[in-house]
């Protein structure tokens, strides 16, 4: 647990979030900012940066997450989908706290 991050803050209810899945390792919840008609997010409920925070001690957290994408991937409806891992600011990461995004559907209502 992070004080100031927000992932951190979904993670124990401070903030709400439209969540999708929860288990005792990961949450996965709806972008707030969909880029997509679907757009959800997979979080470890451990605070990690980013991936290249990474090491071996996370090896079955990033293959659950991974193994995650598919499953809620066809939860919402999805026959295929593409994943994004922004890492570290020059990546375009915004949320210092890991996260792969999902995404499917075309593109979302508010811009078709
Ligand atoms: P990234 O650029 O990979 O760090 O992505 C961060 C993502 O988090 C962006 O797509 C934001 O729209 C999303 N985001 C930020 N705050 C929230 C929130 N409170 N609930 C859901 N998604 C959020
Ligand atoms: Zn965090």
């Known amino acids: 647990m992070s004080a100031d991050c927000i992932f951190c803050k979904i993670v124990s209810g401070a903030i709400p ?3 999708i899945y929860e288990d005792d390792d990961v949450i996965a919840f709806n972008d707030i900012k969909p880029m997509a008609k679907i757009h959800f997010m997979i979080v470890p409920k451990l ?3 980013s991936l290249k ?3 071996v001690t996370h090896q079955a957290l990033l293959g659950k997450m991974l193994l995650l994408v598919p499953k809620l991937a066809q939860e919402q409806g999805l026959a295929g989908f593409k994943t994004l891992i922004n890492t570290g600011r020059e990546g375009g990461q915004e949320v210092f706290h890991l996260h792969i995004h999902v995404f499917g559907g075309g ?3 508010a811009n078709t």
């Open 17 to 19: 979030a439209k969540k």
């Open 47 to 49: 605070h990690v940066e």
């Open 53 to 55: 925070d990474c090491d």
């Open 107 to 109: 593109l979302p209502s």
